[in-house]
Nanobody, 126 residues
Framework: QVQLIESGGGLVQAGGSLRLSCAASGRTFSRNTMGWFRQFPGKEREFVASINWSGGNTGYSDSVKGRFTISRDNDKNMLYLQMNSLRPEDTAVYYC???????????????????WGQGTQVTVSS
C-alpha cells in the first residue's frame, strides 16, 4: 500500500519557522517529481512548491518564494518543506504529493499529482 505521511505541522508565532516532513512508503518515489500543496478553509488546494527527482530543479509559488525551501532525500524516501518567516496567511493544511510521471521537471498542476498524504495543519498566530 502506497502511503505519504506528513508530519511537523503545529502552532507557531508569526516570524517563526517550521519544517514539514513527508515519509513515503509502499514504493520508492526517487524518480518522481514531488510537491507540497496547501488548502485554506473553503478554498481549492493550491500549489506551494515542487522538486524534481534529483533535487536539482525547484519551483515555488510567488507567495512563499524566498521564505520556503523544498528538499528531498531519496535514500530515505523523504520530502521536506522548510518554512521560515511564517505569516498568519500561511495558516492552512499542508499536503505532500507525488507526481505520476517521470518528467524530470518541476510540476505546478495539482491534477498531475497522483499520490497524496493526509495533510498536516500549520497555524501561524499573529
Amino acid at each position: 500500500q502506497v502511503q505519504l505521511i506528513e508530519s511537523g505541522g503545529g502552532l507557531v508565532q508569526a516570524g517563526g519557522s517550521l519544517r514539514l516532513s513527508c515519509a513515503a512508503s509502499g514504493r520508492t518515489f526517487s524518480r518522481n517529481t514531488m510537491g507540497w500543496f496547501r488548502q485554506f478553509p473553503g478554498k481549492e488546494r493550491e500549489f506551494v512548491a515542487s522538486i524534481n527527482w534529483s533535487g536539482g530543479n525547484t519551483g515555488y509559488s510567488d507567495s512563499v518564494k524566498g521564505r520556503f525551501t523544498i528538499s528531498r532525500d531519496n535514500d530515505k524516501n523523504m520530502l521536506y518543506l522548510q518554512m521560515n518567516s511564517l505569516r498568519p496567511e500561511d495558516t492552512a493544511v499542508y499536503y505532500c504529493a507525488a507526481d505520476r510521471n517521470y518528467s524530470g521537471t518541476v510540476v505546478y498542476m495539482r491534477s498531475s499529482y497522483e499520490y497524496w498524504g493526509q495533510g498536516t495543519q500549520v497555524t501561524v498566530s499573529s
